[in-house]
């Protein structure tokens, strides 16, 4: 198994991932923390440990987004998601929902290359993260919550070719 600094360093090197999905290999390392910010970290941390991943070591000057081999820009596209989501939901009263996600299946064995080459311990998975971001987005916009047990209404985001 692979150190933090170990795989992190060959992520860099190996890889073309943007934040999200950078950060998203270490989930597990750092409470309160959006995987982006632990992207950001990484890259700018020197001597890495579970110790980095803190509010006080995210770069001041960190951009969001990138080219990414394996979320392929999906996170620049979530104010879209976000939107569609919202106009299915315009007709309805509603204080619950609960939505679901189907990424892109070139996204999902890039994912899953990944955690072959480079180990799975500290990972969350794109759909989880995806589902998260979008779901916080929604419940913001409109005032919702999300329910996993009741939920008045679901959606689901359908991210594959050809039926978007």
Not at 43 to 49: G, P, Q, T
Not at 69 to 88: A, H, I, P, T, Y
Request: hydrophobic letters at 35%.
């Amino acid at each position: 198994m692979l150190s933090i600094q170990e795989k992190a360093e060959e992520l860099i090197q190996n890889e073309e991932l943007c934040d999200h999905c950078l950060g998203r290999q270490f989930a597990q390392l750092g409470h309160g923390l959006e995987n982006y910010e632990r992207g950001q970290i990484i890259r700018n941390i020197e001597e890495l440990s579970e110790d980095s991943f803190t509010r006080e070591n995210i770069p001041e000057d960190a951009e969001v987004g990138g080219e990414c081999s394996v979320c392929k820009g999906v996170f620049n596209e979530l104010d879209r998601w976000v939107g569609q989501v919202e106009d299915s939901f315009e007709r309805y009263q509603l204080e619950t929902f609960l939505l679901g996600i189907r990424p892109r299946e070139e996204s999902v064995r890039a994912e899953e290359r990944l955690w072959e080459d480079y180990g799975v311990e500290w990972a969350e998975t794109l759909k989880t993260e995806l589902s998260r971001l979008i779901g916080k987005m929604i419940e913001d916009e409109l005032g919702v919550e999300v329910d996993f047990e009741r939920a008045d209404i679901m959606a689901v985001i359908d991210m594959r070719e050809g039926r978007e």
